[in-house]
């Protein structure tokens, strides 16, 4: 299976994004996510989609950050409004997944997108 995010960038406090993540395939019966690793930090969840179709987000997600998800081109979206300094991180997607926040349990991984608030 190959990810391909997009979306990244420069962004100012308060304002929005939208990351896209193209999957060759559907992995059916598994989580997909988005994650985010900060230099020299391990990578943490933020949001994810079940195979129930229900969606989950971290704490720090909550409120701001949207999933949705487009089947028929495969591809999975994350919504981030009111975004601060503290999102700034390499955000990658995540399929084959066995549950929803835990980086452990994904089998394929994208190469990800910067994204970079700053005024």
């Known amino acids: 299976v190959q990810l391909v995010e997009s979306g990244g960038g420069l962004v100012q406090p308060g304002g929005s994004l939208r990351l896209s993540c193209a999957a060759s395939?559907?992995?059916?019966?598994?989580?997909m996510g988005w994650f985010r690793q900060y230099p020299g930090k391990e990578r943490e969840g933020v949001a994810c989609?079940?195979?129930?179709?229900?969606?989950g987000y971290a704490d720090s997600a909550k409120g701001r950050f949207t999933l949705s998800q487009d089947k028929s081109k495969n591809t999975l979206y994350l919504q981030m409004n009111s975004v601060n300094p503290e999102d700034t991180a390499m955000y990658s997607c995540?399929?084959?997944?066995?549950?929803?926040?835990?980086?452990?349990?994904?089998?394929?991984w994208g190469q990800g997108t910067q994204v970079t608030v700053s005024s």
């Open positions: 995540a399929t084959g997944g066995t549950s929803c926040l835990s980086g452990r349990d994904y089998m394929h």
């Open positions: 989609i079940k195979p129930s179709a229900r969606t």
């Open positions: 395939r559907t992995i059916y019966g598994s989580y």
